[in-house]
């Protein structure tokens, strides 16, 4: 599967954007979908996981209720929305995925084999 990541951009802190993942291939849905970002001098670091059929989702602690991931099989991409944007959440930002049947979703980096281009989020203070 090919990913490509859209919809960054320059915002103000309080703002809002939200990030899309389109993938290529006819079963998306057997496909769980990560989202993890890299800010400068920073190691890259997990945001949020989705399991195929949307069922699941896992956030990390410094986006949990203002970030949410959703998909949408039909047109196989996953969606990243990101509310009451803060400097801290300047970054640029990966879609990930891999192949799972069972409906399991992976915060780490290394459960993911497929990786999209970045798209850069900067939120101005």
């Known amino acids: 599967v090919q990913l490509q990541a859209s919809g960054g951009g320059l915002v103000q802190a309080g703002g809002s954007l939200r990030l899309s993942c389109a993938a290529s291939?006819?079963?998306?849905?057997?496909?769980?979908v990560g989202w993890f970002r890299q800010a400068p001098g920073k190691e890259r670091e997990f945001v949020a996981t989705i399991s195929g059929s949307g069922d699941s989702t896992y956030y990390a602690d410094s986006v949990k209720g203002r970030f949410t991931i959703s998909r949408d099989n039909a047109k196989n991409t996953v969606y990243l929305q990101m509310n009451s944007l803060k400097p801290e959440d300047t970054a640029v930002y990966y879609c990930?995925?891999?192949?799972?049947?069972?409906?399991?979703?992976?915060?780490?980096?290394?459960?993911?084999?497929?990786w999209g281009q970045g798209t850069q989020v900067t939120v101005s203070s």
């Open positions: 291939g006819r079963t998306f849905s057997r496909y769980t």
């Open positions: 990930a995925a891999v192949r799972d049947y069972s409906g399991n979703i992976y915060y780490t980096e290394r459960r993911y084999n497929y």
